[in-house]
């Protein structure tokens, strides 16, 4: 499938974000609604009520985790060139997978902006995140 819009246009909103992250003196942020990933992406889905999450740095680099049942659509709609799944099952906890991601990518203990108004994040969800956070 092909994307909505160039990549020079996919660019340039990439550059804005990483601009305002670091004018915020953050290290990145953590995009949770399907919007902001489809402005930034491309990626498009029907499953922004459940918990997924766009990893951007203050130097661009982007990481989506998400649903097995969201992965197909996130590798056919978006720019994204690293996408984690999580396993949706009782129990699960995206936020963990998270957090290792967060760790691998070196944003241990950094400043994080994190988008909490969002379908997908759910006040036990954001709870459940901030938990995960304070274990960074």
């Known amino acids: 499938m092909a994307l909505h819009f160039s990549e020079q246009e996919f660019a340039r ?47 661009g680099d982007m990481k989506l985790i998400t649903r097995a049942p969201d992965l197909r659509q996130a590798q056919n709609t978006s720019n994204i060139a690293d996408i984690r799944v999580w396993v949706d099952k009782h129990g699960s906890t995206p936020h963990d997978d998270l957090r290792e991601l967060l760790d691998e990518m070196g944003l241990k203990q950094k400043r994080l902006g994190v988008e909490y108004e969002a379908y997908g994040l759910t006040g036990r969800s954001a709870m459940r995140l901030n938990t995960a956070l304070r274990l960074l």
């Not at 670091?22 to 489809?38: H, I, P, T, V």
Request: proline share 0%; aromatic share 18%; glycine share 8%.
């Open 13 to 59: 909103r990439r550059q804005a974000l990483e601009a305002r992250v670091k004018a915020s003196g953050l290290d990145g942020m953590l995009l949770f609604r399907q919007e902001s990933m489809y402005w930034l992406s491309g990626y498009d889905t029907f499953g922004y009520v459940f918990f997924q999450c766009l990893v951007v740095t203050a130097d």
